[in-house]
């Protein structure tokens, strides 16, 4: 089948938070065609390229959200109105304090489709959404009665602020990745994120009845109320400008939430990666029959060498692998390893992270190594010896450290210390190692660990350095929770696992929900194609394997679909009662002649 794989930010870029299991996945299911939509973030991820794609990936579109994008096109005076028509229940939406209300749901809708259809009918957006008239209908929506609170005080320079960011939002709209030759000819959308990654899966959903999958390791709702409250806005070319204030917080806390519930009621199935995103995903509306459990899937054969090896890692050694960042708390690890050097005077820390990716991350570490320095300061054997600090910060890549392997295989116990967590991917890399882990009850971390390891409440170094001293002391424990994390993680987190449920979810979703498309059906002359449409199409209800199936009331042409069947009741054609003659089944003009009622002796039943 076809695929169209939507991506934001990641995949098929070298850099971006989904590239590695998207490119797993499209690598994995070799037998379907992808069409790869990407939206670009930045412009250093368009200038570093992209990764080397496989050959089932037919063809790649990409479109920046980080520069303008005014196509010059301007609306007539219909198309205005048409624009204001739209945008004020858009707005209305947007504005409502009643968030949850199916009324508010369903004019979020009919605007952003309404806006899609006019998008793509006289072109894009920019224009229309800075206007004057935006900023009126706007500012109308945000003094209406019944009107969030947050949204009140909004002056003109919210409403341009929020203009801005909302047209950056909604620039899938006017994309050409529509129509016969684009997201129309799919067989199905995956999204490997929702916000605007969905979006153009829910365009194709709605105007070609393409069925969406959506995919959330990561809540991407739950990242944007932390950017925004960051003051993560940007200019065209990426770099950051003034904190936006609350009314454009509010109001851009209201859009994206509206977003993720649309897209959550249209999606065919919605796939979380862990139990924390499935609680957010409940939370904005998502139904839980939709929901189905997908853990990411990471390659355990590259760690197979170090969890398998005899060499457990030192037994005095701590080891940290991940990004160096805020969120990682490493000022707690720090002070928790100070209170562990004292019960435990031999213990070393090893700090291993990527190079700093920016200013604020290089400035973090620097803080990092100064607190360090500051704690320990160097400590020689005797008179004669090099001192030398119990910490050390490395990268990846470096003379000790050359690969991630090798960084877990330096200790023999692995330390989460983050405050803020989505699926802790180093985490999952430890278990495969075979290593002990104590880590920080946040984000996923206590589902993936599992009772393999000691998880502890965050931003407490007490009783961080409790659980390091309690393994360091205890060797057998150690070794016990280390064989269980790696049986753990080959059970659930290998790539095999989470091929397999996408490909049957795959199967799933073309069965129950076909694309029909009739010039599909026939070759140049006019005659049915032989297998214009997957077998699979032919099950529209679940059925289990050795259940008979009913014969129900059909039209000519449509193919025979089997119902329930309840074990033990009779295999026939209506609802009859004893005595009763068998009667053919309902028939509209056109149908094949069914047998006629008959009187006979052989097709009565027998008195009891």
Not at 190 to 214: D, I, N, Q, T, Y
Not at 448 to 457: E, M, R
């Amino acid at each position: 089948m076809r695929i169209g794989l939507l991506t934001d930010g990641g995949y098929p870029y070298a850099t971006g938070d989904s590239r590695l299991w998207c490119d797993r996945l499209v690598r994995g299911l070799a037998p379907h065609e992808f069409d790869i939509y990407a939206l670009g973030r930045t412009p250093r991820q368009e200038a570093l390229g992209w990764i080397r794609l496989p050959d089932q990936v037919r063809r790649v579109r990409t479109a920046p959200l980080w520069g303008a994008a005014d196509d010059g096109r301007r609306y007539g005076r219909r198309d205005r109105r048409r624009f204001a028509e739209h945008f004020a229940t858009l707005a209305a939406a947007i504005c409502s304090a009643r968030a949850e209300d199916a009324a508010t749901a369903d004019g979020f809708a009919t605007g952003l489709y309404g806006l899609a259809r006019l998008a793509g009918e006289r072109g894009g957006l920019y224009g229309a959404l800075r206007s004057e008239t935006a900023a009126r209908l706007l500012e109308a929506a945000c003094r209406a009665p019944g009107a969030r609170r947050g949204v009140q005080a909004a002056t003109v320079p919210d409403f341009l602020a929020f203009a801005d960011q909302l047209e950056r939002a909604l620039r899938p709209l006017s994309l050409d990745w529509y129509g016969d030759d684009g997201l129309a000819a799919a067989d199905l959308c995956h999204a490997a994120s929702g916000g605007s990654a969905a979006l153009s899966g829910l365009l194709a959903k709605r105007f070609f009845g393409v069925p969406l999958l959506v995919t959330e390791y990561g809540v991407q709702l739950r990242a944007h109320y932390l950017a925004t409250g960051a003051s993560a806005a940007t200019t065209a070319t990426g770099g950051p400008v003034a904190a936006l204030g609350t009314p454009v917080r509010a109001l851009l806390a209201a859009f994206h939430g509206l977003l993720a519930a649309e897209i959550y009621r249209q999606a065919r199935i919605i796939t979380p990666g862990n139990v924390h995103t499935r609680r957010w995903q409940e939370r904005c509306g998502a139904d839980r029959a939709k929901l189905r459990m997908v853990h990411p899937g990471m390659e355990g054969q590259r760690f197979a060498a170090v969890g398998e090896a005899e060499d457990s890692g030192d037994p005095a050694t701590l080891v940290w692998v991940g990004r160096i960042e805020p969120a990682k708390d490493l000022i707690s690890l720090l002070h928790a390893f100070a209170r562990i050097r004292e019960a435990e005077p031999d213990a070393r820390l090893r700090i291993v992270g990527a190079p700093a990716g920016s200013p604020a991350a290089a400035e973090y570490l620097a803080h990092c190594r100064g607190l360090a320095a500051h704690l320990f300061p160097d400590e020689a054997a005797d008179a004669h010896a090099v001192g030398a600090n119990p910490v050390s910060f490395e990268e990846i890549g470096g003379p000790d450290a050359p690969d991630l392997p090798d960084a877990y295989a330096a200790g023999g116990i692995v330390v989460l210390s983050s405050v803020v967590e989505g699926f802790p991917v180093s985490l999952v890399e430890a278990m495969f190692c075979g290593r002990a882990t104590v880590s920080t009850d946040v984000g996923a971390v206590a589902e993936v660990i599992g009772g393999t390891g000691l998880v502890v409440p965050p931003r407490n170094p007490g009783a961080l350095a409790d659980a390091c001293i309690a393994l360091l002391r205890d060797p057998e424990r150690r070794e016990r929770l280390a064989a269980a994390a790696r049986a753990r993680a080959l059970e659930l987190f290998t790539v095999e696992q989470n091929l397999a449920a996408f490909r049957s979810l795959y199967l799933e979703i073309i069965a129950r929900a076909p694309v029909r498309r009739p010039a599909e059906a026939v070759d140049a002359a006019g005659e049915p194609r032989p297998f214009a449409h997957p077998a699979e199409t032919y099950v529209p209800v679940p059925w289990t394997a050795g259940t008979p199936s009913l014969p129900v009331p059909w039209t000519a042409g449509t193919p025979l679909l089997p119902v329930p069947w309840t074990a033990g009741t009779p295999l026939l054609p209506v609802p009859r009662t004893a005595g009763t003659p068998l009667l053919p089944v309902p028939r509209t003009t056109g149908t094949p002649l069914l047998p006629a009622p008959t009187q006979d002796a052989h097709l009565t039943e027998a008195p009891a």
